[in-house]
C-alpha cells in the first residue's frame, strides 16, 4: 500500500512538473517574436537588421521619432493612420453601445415573445463571415461615395461586434434581480425610464467590458480597412504593410511602427483579462 | 425607488398607471391584454441594432446571391444574367476546389492542435497560485496582438537574409539563408504555427476559467476511493470540461474559417498557390481581378457551408450563455 502510494505521488509529482515546465516554455517561446519586435524598434539605425543580430548596443528612441514625424517622403505620417485608427474604433464602439444597449433591454423583456428568436439570430450573426461581406459592402460604399471614408468602417466593425456586446449586455440585464424593474413599474416608471435611470446605472461595468472589447477587435481588423481605404482612412496595420514596402528593410522603423499598433491593445487586454475571455465567449465562461 | 421615480411623474400617463395597478394583483399573468404601444416598445428599442445588422449580414447576403447569377465587373460597367455559370466555374475550377480544401484541412489541423496543447496548457495553469496569475498575463499577450501585425513580425523572423530563425538556425548547422517561406510544405507549417502562437492561448484562457470553476468534491471523493490520478482525469476532470471544450472548439472553429490576414501578408497564398485558402480566393477574385460574379458566387457557396456550424454555435454557446435558458 505505502510503495503504490508513494510511486503514485511520484508519478504525480513527474506529471506536475512536466505539466509546468511545458506551460513556462511555452510562455518563454512565446515571448521571443515580441521581444524581437521590442528590442528592434530601439536600436541605432543601421544595425537593426544585422547579421547576426546585435544584441549589444546604444537603445534610442530613433525610430519612433521617424515614424511618428511626417514628411521625409512619406505620404502620411503614422501618427494620422494611429489617429485613423482610433477615430474608427471608438466610431464603432460608440454605435454599438448606442444600438446594444437599447437592443439588449428590450431581449430581456418579458412580454417581448419574439426575444429568444432574435437572440439566436444576433448570435448567428456571429458566423458571417466578413470575406462575404466585404465585397458588397465594397460596392455599396462605392455607390454612397463612402469609400475610403470613417464610416465606411465604423458601421461594418460596429455590426461585427454588436453580437458580441448584446449577448454581454443582455446576459448583465438577466442577472439583475428583476424585482427591481417592477418595482420601478409600479411606481409607474416607463420602460425608457427604467433602462435609463434603473439599468443603465448598474450596467456601466459590462458596457465598458463590451466597449473595451469592440474597440480592440476593431482596432485590430485588417480586411476591411484593406479594401476600403486608400488613403484617407486608413488604419495603421494596412499602413503597416505598405511601410515595409516603402522602407524594405529599414527594420527598425517597421518594429517601433509594429509596437505602437500593439502597444495600447496589449496594455488593455493583460489589464481586462477575465473580461476579455467572458466577452469574447459570449459570456459562455466566466 | 420612488424618489428615483418621482422626477418623470408628469408623464405617468393613466394608462400607466391602470397597467401598473392591475401589476400588483397576486396573480403575475392576471395582467391585461397588452396595448399596442406596449408591443411595439421592444421592437422599437430593437430597431437600430436590427438596422445596423441587417445592413451588414442580410443586405450583403442579398447582394452576393443575386450578384452570383450576374457577371458585373466592379470597374467594367453593368454585366447581364448569366445563370448558373458563375457557379459551375466555381465547382469545376480546380484552384477554386483546391482553395476549399486547404481551407477546411487549414481549419482541421490548427483547431485540432491548438485544442489539445490548450488543454495542457490550461492544466498547469489552472492552479490558483500566484506564479501562475503572471502566467495568464503572459499566456494572454500573443492573443492580443493585433494579427497583421504578428504575421509582419514573423515574415521578418523568417527572412531568410536577416532574421532571427534563419540566423540562428544556421549556427545549429542547418542550411543557411533558409527560405521558409518559399516552399509550400515549410509554408504551410509556418502558418500552422502563427494561428497555434496567437489563438492556443484563447482555448487555454477558456478551459482554465473552466477548469477553475469545476467544484472540488468529486476529485476529493475519488481520491479518497483510490482513484488514479489519470482515472480521475477520465472519469471526473474530462467529463465535468466537455461543455468548456465544446464552446472553445466551436468559437475557435468559427473564427479560423474567418482566418485571412496571416495568410494575407505571410505567404499571400504563395508560393504559386499553395497556401490560397478561400479567404484569399475570394479576396484575389472579387476586388483584385473585379469579377464580382464569381466572387460572390464562391461567397454564396462558403456562406452555406459555415451556416451548417450555426445550429452548434446556438445549442453550444447560447445554452450556457444565457441565463433565461433558451
Request: aromatic share 10%.
Amino acid at each position: 500500500m505505502t510503495t503504490t502510494s508513494s510511486t503514485r505521488r511520484g508519478g504525480a509529482v513527474a506529471r506536475l512538473i512536466i505539466g509546468r515546465t511545458f506551460l513556462w516554455a511555452w510562455l518563454l517561446i512565446g515571448l521571443v517574436p515580441l521581444l524581437f519586435m521590442l528590442i528592434t524598434s530601439i536600436k541605432p539605425a543601421g544595425i537593426a537588421n544585422q547579421v547576426p543580430p546585435a544584441w549589444i548596443f546604444q537603445p534610442t528612441l530613433d525610430n519612433y521619432a521617424s515614424v511618428l514625424s511626417a514628411g521625409g517622403g512619406k505620404s502620411e505620417s503614422f501618427g494620422q493612420l494611429l489617429t485613423n485608427s482610433a477615430i474608427v474604433s471608438l466610431g464603432a464602439t460608440a454605435l454599438a453601445i448606442v444600438v446594444g444597449v437599447p437592443a439588449a433591454y428590450a431581449l430581456t423583456m418579458r412580454d417581448f415573445r419574439a426575444r429568444k428568436g432574435l437572440s439566436s439570430w444576433i448570435l448567428s450573426t456571429y458566423m458571417f463571415p466578413p470575406i462575404v461581406a466585404v465585397i458588397p459592402v465594397f460596392v455599396f460604399a462605392g455607390k454612397l461615395g463612402l469609400m475610403d471614408t470613417y464610416p465606411a468602417l465604423i458601421i461594418p466593425y460596429a455590426a461585427f461586434n454588436l453580437p458580441i456586446v448584446v449577448w454581454i449586455l443582455r446576459s448583465s440585464i438577466l442577472q439583475l434581480p428583476y424585482e427591481i424593474q417592477e418595482a420601478a413599474m409600479v411606481d409607474g416608471a416607463s420602460t425608457w425610464e427604467v433602462l435609463r435611470r434603473i439599468i443603465w446605472p448598474l450596467l456601466v461595468p459590462s458596457v465598458a467590458t463590451a466597449a473595451v472589447l469592440t474597440i480592440v477587435l476593431s482596432w485590430n481588423e485588417f480586411l476591411f480597412a484593406l479594401s476600403l481605404t486608400r488613403s484617407g482612412a486608413k488604419t495603421a496595420p494596412v499602413g503597416l504593410q505598405q511601410f515595409t514596402g516603402m522602407y524594405g528593410t529599414d527594420w527598425g522603423n517597421i518594429t517601433a511602427a509594429a509596437t505602437l499598433i500593439v502597444a495600447p491593445i496589449l496594455v488593455l487586454m493583460v489589464v481586462l483579462r477575465r473580461q476579455m475571455v467572458a466577452g469574447l465567449t459570449f459570456g459562455a465562461v466566466k | 425607488m420612488k424618489a428615483t421615480a418621482a422626477p418623470s411623474d408628469a408623464t405617468l400617463t393613466v394608462d400607466a398607471s391602470c397597467r401598473a395597478a392591475g401589476r400588483t394583483s397576486a396573480d403575475p399573468r392576471g395582467r391585461k391584454p397588452l396595448t399596442w404601444k406596449k408591443r411595439s416598445t421592444p421592437w422599437i428599442y430593437m430597431a437600430p441594432a436590427m438596422i445596423v445588422l441587417l445592413l451588414m449580414t442580410v443586405a450583403p447576403a442579398i447582394f452576393i446571391f443575386y450578384s452570383a447569377f450576374r457577371n458585373d465587373k466592379i470597374l467594367g460597367g453593368v454585366g447581364k444574367f448569366v445563370g448558373l455559370d458563375n457557379f459551375i466555374e466555381a465547382v469545376t475550377n480546380a484552384s477554386v476546389q483546391h482553395a476549399f480544401l486547404i481551407t477546411f484541412g487549414f481549419v482541421a489541423v490548427a483547431v485540432i492542435l491548438e485544442m489539445i496543447l490548450g488543454f495542457a496548457l490550461a492544466l498547469p495553469l489552472a492552479a490558483q497560485t500566484r506564479v501562475n496569475k503572471v502566467g495568464a498575463a503572459l499566456m494572454l499577450l500573443p492573443f492580443a496582438v493585433t494579427p497583421a501585425v504578428a504575421a509582419m513580425v514573423f515574415k521578418q523572423l523568417l527572412n531568410p537574409n536577416y532574421g532571427w530563425v534563419g540566423y540562428y538556425l544556421g549556427v545549429f548547422g542547418f542550411p543557411k539563408g533558409i527560405d521558409l517561406l518559399g516552399d509550400p510544405t515549410s509554408a504551410w507549417i509556418v502558418l500552422v504555427i502563427l494561428d497555434m502562437w496567437q489563438w492556443t492561448p484563447f482555448i487555454a484562457l477558456i478551459l482554465m476559467a473552466g477548469l477553475q470553476s469545476l467544484p472540488g468534491e468529486p476529485r476529493e471523493a475519488a481520491m479518497v476511493d483510490g482513484a488514479t490520478p489519470w482515472q480521475m482525469f477520465r472519469h471526473i476532470t474530462f467529463p465535468a470540461m466537455v461543455p468548456f471544450i465544446a464552446i472553445a472548439a466551436v468559437l475557435r472553429t468559427i473564427q479560423a474559417f474567418k482566418t485571412f490576414d496571416s495568410f494575407k501578408i505571410l505567404t499571400g497564398g504563395g508560393p504559386g498557390e499553395s497556401t490560397e485558402i478561400i479567404n484569399l480566393g475570394i479576396f484575389r477574385v472579387g476586388l483584385q481581378s473585379f469579377n464580382v460574379g464569381l466572387a460572390c458566387a464562391l461567397g454564396v457557396v462558403f456562406l452555406i457551408i459555415l451556416s451548417l456550424l450555426i445550429p452548434f454555435m446556438l445549442r453550444i454557446i447560447g445554452r450556457r450563455a444565457d441565463p433565461e435558458e433558451m
